[in-house]
């Protein structure tokens, strides 16, 4: 054999003497337990930031559709005092509608 094989021979058997660790029999179970408490508690400071939030947006946005509902009016009639001005509607005319 050459010193390369030789080597080679003793780097595959180095490992032959270990032997292999016992492992905790309740290490399965205490893994579980540890994820089911990371799962199972939230934060108060999160439940409550969320509510805000959610309060947030729901104030936003009625607030942002009353706004809108009465520009939509006020610019309807602004509308219709231009077109009035450049003669666009003609008060006379009858709606068969």
Do not use: C, H
């Not at 994820?35 to 509510?51: F, G, H």
């Not at 942002?64 to 005319?93: F, P």
């Amino acid at each position: 054999m050459n010193t390369k094989q030789k080597w080679i021979n003793e780097v595959e058997n180095s490992l032959d003497g270990l032997n292999s660790l016992e492992v905790n029999p309740y290490l399965y179970s205490k893994i579980i337990n540890r994820l089911n408490e990371r799962v199972d508690q939230t934060s108060p400071k999160i439940i409550w930031a969320s509510i805000a939030s959610f309060v947030v947006i729901i104030t936003l946005n009625v607030f942002i559709i009353t706004t809108s509902k009465s520009n939509a009016i006020e610019n309807n009639s602004d509308l219709q005092i231009v077109a009035k001005q450049y003669q666009l509607i003609n008060e006379n005319t009858i709606n068969y509608n």
